[in-house]
């Protein structure tokens, strides 16, 4: 058994702390609140007025935080508040809302424009003052959604990116504990509060794989974080690693009766499927992410898409993952976000995240950063043309070049699209920069029956046969790109044989159909037919 392992830090204040780890990006467990069932939280206000209210809210918590604390704290807090009470701020803030940005958004976008102003500073004291600024831009979040940033165990060890100084602040430190992050900085607030109340710390030890919980120690002296076993680097994506539009199968997992290799992935609709995800049996097809998304102030946290993202990777091992972005619009509503004039126009999937840009980047920066994690594969929503495709990369490579140089781990990871739109399926050879396509059966059929979902569930699979010839001549344009098929067709054992003779190799069903489908599929030819004695 692998011992404790000992990572190289920087100490930024002395003294020897040990702890369980409480990871700052972790997932954690939904509150009563969330669970199902209970009580829908009031969705986020937009408008000016939110916003004020909000400000207002925030200073109030960074003054009663202030109340009795040392010089040293004072003058930290009393800087934020200043920062708050900047009219130039909600004025910026104001003019992203008058071009259409949601509050929520608007105040990301200005805040995150003010961060990498100061990350990309020469000065080190110039570039810590940025977690400052993520504070204040944390707290009115929490302000406007109603959930105000929660405290930790103590005597805990904090682990993550970075700490606030407000979270430092609001945490009884009498009971010990310690810090280390993976990234930080020894003339940082934090570092500067650490060493005023003798909480041990250390900065720089690069991003390590832990489990909420687990023991933790911090050297302040020597400079190092001494972890136990089971825990790790996380290391760079091995060069050779095929991408998640790969369709081929390590060790022939399940073929044909023929002998022809099939990819049986699973879809993820729900977080509790993420738990029973089993990396011994199946990879991911599809995870659909609007379950990390259930509001607006969900939609602008970055850091809580990560989690989720980063805890199906890991949790697939080296299995393939493909996470849909945000499919929103339409009759899929997001809380806090009905009074976009996108929303009121009917857009929807891809179309709504170009028109509301700042919705993308949040999401573009999780996946980008979570990409390290595994095999990951991001899938476009509703795609109809090719430039949606563009548009889209483009934005990825522009957030891509921002994380560098904020020198966050990311990796760009290959970008495929649903094939849910007929103009889209019948056009397949134009869309030259996917990376992979996958048919999404559900919003196939609705659109090629010119039906809702509900008339074509109920309409006991008349518009199957034109659906299949559909799919049939769109692998053919595919160009030999990997084509996966991941609606419920997919999971229907019936239509196997027609999926199999148009060329899908790969199939992504719900956990549940999973066995039904490996079944049928071992019992059939490559091209469709029944294997003999079946």
């Given at each position: 058994m692998a011992g404790p392992l000992r990572l190289k830090a920087k100490s930024a204040s002395p003294g020897i702390a040990s702890g369980p780890a409480f990871l700052a990006e972790e997932l954690k467990a939904p509150s009563a609140a969330e669970r199902p069932g209970a009580p829908a939280a009031p969705r986020t206000a937009g408008g000016y007025a939110a916003l004020e209210k909000a400000i207002d809210v925030s200073i109030g918590e960074l003054e009663r935080l202030a109340e009795g604390a040392d010089a040293e704290s004072r003058d930290i807090i009393d800087f934020q508040i200043e920062v708050l009470?900047?009219?130039?701020?909600?004025?910026?803030?104001?003019?992203?809302?008058?071009?259409?940005a949601n509050v929520v958004f608007a105040w990301v976008a200005t805040l995150d424009a003010y961060i990498g102003e100061l990350e990309a500073a020469d000065e080190e004291q110039m570039r810590a003052r940025a977690v400052d600024i993520l504070d204040i831009k944390n707290r009115v979040l929490g302000a406007l959604a109603g959930t105000p940033i929660a405290d930790f165990p103590p005597g805990s060890v904090f682990v993550g990116k970075d700490m606030e100084p407000s979270r430092f602040l609001a945490h009884d430190w009498s009971k010990g504990g310690g810090i280390a992050l993976f990234a930080g900085s020894t003339a940082g607030h934090v570092a500067l509060l650490a060493r005023a109340k003798s909480v041990p710390m250390v900065v720089g030890t690069g991003r390590f794989s832990a489990?909420?919980?687990?023991?933790?120690?911090?050297?302040?002296d020597a400079g190092a974080v001494v972890l136990e076993a089971g825990s790790m680097l996380i290391p760079p994506l091995a060069p050779g690693l095929a991408p998640?539009?790969?369709?081929?199968?390590?060790?022939?997992?399940?073929?044909?009766?023929?002998?022809?290799?099939?990819?049986?992935?699973?879809?993820?609709?729900?977080?509790?499927?993420?738990?029973?995800?089993?990396?011994?049996t199946?990879?991911?097809?599809?995870?659909?992410?609007?379950?990390?998304?259930?509001?607006?102030?969900d939609a602008a946290n970055e850091e809580r898409q990560l989690a989720i993202y980063r805890r199906v990777l890991e949790r697939a091992a080296e299995r393939p993952?493909?996470?849909?972005?945000?499919?929103?619009?339409?009759?899929?509503?997001?809380?806090?976000?009905?009074?976009?004039?996108?929303?009121?126009?009917?857009?929807?999937?891809?179309?709504?995240?170009?028109?509301?840009?700042?919705?993308?980047?949040?999401?573009?920066?999780?996946?980008?950063?979570?990409a390290v994690f595994g095999r990951l594969s991001v899938m476009l929503p509703m795609v109809t043309f090719p430039d949606e495709i563009d548009m889209m990369r483009e934005i990825f490579r522009e957030e891509a070049e921002k994380l560098g140089r904020r020198s966050l781990p990311h990796r760009m990871p290959p970008i495929g699209m649903m094939v849910e739109v007929p103009a889209a399926a019948l056009m397949l050879d134009t869309f030259g920069f996917a990376a992979?396509?996958?048919?999404?059966?559900?919003?196939?059929?609705?659109?090629?029956?010119?039906?809702?979902?509900?008339?074509?569930?109920?309409?006991?699979?008349?518009?199957?046969?034109?659906v299949l010839r559909l799919i049939a001549e769109a692998?053919?344009?595919?160009?030999?790109?990997?084509?996966s098929i991941c609606g419920d067709m997919a999971g229907n054992p019936?239509?196997?044989?027609?999926?199999?003779?148009?060329?899908l190799r790969h199939f992504s069903v719900a956990p549940a159909r999973r066995p039904a489908i490996r079944s049928a599929i071992i019992g059939l030819n490559a091209d469709g037919t029944r294997a003999a004695g079946e």
């Open positions: 009470r900047d009219p130039s701020i909600a004025e910026a803030t104001g003019a992203r809302m008058e071009t259409d489990v909420d919980g687990d023991p933790v120690s911090v050297d302040g998640a539009g790969d369709t081929q199968i390590a060790g022939g997992e399940l073929r044909t009766a023929d002998g022809v290799p099939i990819l049986l992935s699973i879809n993820i609709n729900d977080p509790a499927e993420i738990d029973a995800l089993d990396p011994a199946a990879g991911v097809g599809l995870m659909r992410s609007e379950f990390s998304t259930a509001s607006v102030a993952v493909t996470i849909r972005m945000l499919d929103i619009g339409g009759d899929k509503p997001l809380a806090g976000l009905e009074d976009l004039p996108a929303l009121a126009s009917g857009l929807r999937g891809i179309r709504l995240l170009l028109a509301q840009p700042e919705i993308a980047r949040v999401q573009a920066r999780a996946l980008l950063r979570a992979f396509f996958s048919f999404g059966t559900n919003d196939l059929t609705q659109y090629l029956a010119a039906s809702t979902r509900e008339d074509v569930d109920a309409d006991d699979g008349k518009a199957a046969p034109a692998v053919k344009l595919a160009g030999g790109k990997p084509v019936s239509y196997l044989p027609a999926l199999l003779a148009a060329g």
